[in-house]
């Protein structure tokens, strides 16, 4: 997970304990959470789904980027821009457990929880750190390319997708951690969304306002280019996988794309510069960060508007669901 900005600026997009931290059903509502990470005062804002509102907000790191929960273990896995550390929070508690020490600041990352594992990618960088959740230890840094970005995660089939500004679209093989196909892909690639049942996925272009669709089974390649908004950072797919919504920084919009005419849809004004977006595949409910007014959107895919606008930390950027 990297943004246009911090790579201008030479950077692709400590514990601390709280006194009073509530229990998981403390504050009334023991449903399910929306974790915020914070990029701008290393917090990450945790939402009462139910009702829309900030319910307590966790300390943690410096630059908390990219955000993954592992259901099974209780753990959220956090990516730091600013330090070389990936986090661990106990989502019972809310509370910093440990921070596991790699060789350098962490960009995109996500989990694989039927396997408890968690990966993050070097930021700028060339390697992949593999987590061990059972145990929060590092077992693995390949090197898989050379200016890699953003990372999903397919555990049916022991895949991983990532995307790289300098080589376009990588093919991971889990099993042993070796890259195995690699697709050019044209103006930085980032964000990036699968759909197995398909073999598709979804890349979108920061430098071209545009998504690549790419076949991923033979014979492998760009399929379509669907032209979008200005600075496409994330991409993410409905629960029926009909529709694609990809977050346009440069022009605070989401733009809903029809996956079966590959074709837009829908523009969907929401704050400024919004950056990741996330799907709740139970209520089809789409969330989006909006790191310039430190918002998150919150979209109706029925309807395709904003029913909600929720004020969290300072430079809102990754998002997770905790059941």
């Not at 073999?199 to 790419?214: D, E, F, M, R």
């Not at 600075?231 to 996988?241: E, F, G, I, K, M």
């Amino acid at each position: 997970m990297t943004r246009s900005r911090l790579i201008a600026m030479g950077i692709m997009l400590s514990t601390a304990l709280l006194s009073g931290l509530p229990t998981a059903c403390s504050d009334g509502t023991g449903g399910p959470e929306l974790y915020v990470t914070n990029l701008g005062d290393g917090s990450i804002s945790v939402v009462d789904i139910a009702s829309g509102t900030v319910i307590d907000t966790i300390s943690v790191g410096t630059n908390p980027g990219h955000i993954g929960i592992i259901p099974s273990l209780q753990r959220a896995y956090v990516g730091d821009l600013g330090e070389s550390n990936i986090h661990v929070i106990d989502t019972t508690t809310r509370a910093v457990v440990t921070s596991i020490a790699i060789s350098t600041t962490s960009g995109g990352g996500d989990v694989d929880g039927a396997n408890e594992k968690a990966y993050f990618l070097d930021s700028p960088g060339t390697d992949m750190h593999v987590i061990d959740g059972t145990n929060n230890t590092e077992t693995a840094t390949p090197t898989i390319g050379t200016n890699i970005q953003d990372i999903r995660i397919d555990p049916a089939a022991s895949r991983a997708y990532v995307t790289d500004f300098a080589e376009g679209l990588k093919i991971i093989d889990l099993s042993n951690n070796s890259v195995i196909n690699t697709i050019a892909v044209a103006s930085d690639p980032h964000g990036l969304a699968v759909d197995s049942t398909a073999n598709i996925v979804y890349v979108t272009q920061v430098g071209g306002a545009a998504v690549s669709v790419v076949q991923i089974l033979p014979p492998v390649g760009i399929v379509d280019t669907i032209s979008v908004g200005n600075t496409p950072q994330w991409v993410a797919l409905n629960a029926a996988r009909t529709k694609a919504y990809v977050t346009n920084e440069g022009d605070g919009t989401v733009s809903v794309i029809d996956t079966g005419t590959r074709t837009v849809i829908d523009t969907i004004p929401v704050g400024t510069n919004p950056f990741f977006i996330l799907i709740d595949p139970g209520t089809d409910m789409a969330y989006v960060t909006n790191e310039g007014s430190n918002t998150v959107s919150v979209i109706d895919t029925t309807s395709d508007t904003v029913v909600n606008t929720i004020t969290v930390g300072n430079q809102p950027i990754g998002l997770a669901i905790k059941l």
